[in-house]
Nanobody, 121 residues
């Protein structure tokens, strides 16, 4: 059993910063990919940023240069540093991890519960 718990969301003024965290726990052998998604009202869930086990990163064009994704493998944790926040960044942010569970042969996606980020103008 694997659980992802997110933290760090909240209300911030435009131009401000927030740092999201997502920690995985449970029967984990390794975590291949960690990612952040977001879903705003009336919109589809979209990929914000991703980072592989090897450290390669990918960002949505809308956040490139403002957001930074990082991971701490020792803590099974992924972070999203969000700077220069805009009202359009308002959404529920979800972390996702591609995890190899201990004593299993395959990989599975796991999702966090979501954390609300609200950016006021």
């Amino acid at each position: 059993q694997v659980q992802l718990v997110e933290s760090g969301g909240g209300l911030v003024q435009a131009g401000g910063s927030l740092r999201l965290s997502c920690a995985a726990s449970g029967n984990i052998f390794s975590i291949k990919t960690m990612a952040w998604y977001r879903q705003a009202p009336g919109k589809q869930r979209e990929l914000v940023a991703a980072i592989t086990n090897g450290g390669s990163t990918n960002y949505a064009d809308s956040v490139k240069g403002r957001f930074t994704i990082s991971r701490d493998n020792a803590k099974n944790t992924v972070y999203l540093q969000m700077n220069s926040l805009k009202p359009d960044d308002t959404a529920v942010y979800y972390c996702k991890m591609l995890i190899h569970r201990a004593y299993t042969s395959g990989l599975s996606d796991y999702w966090g519960q979501g954390t609300q980020v609200t950016v006021s103008s």
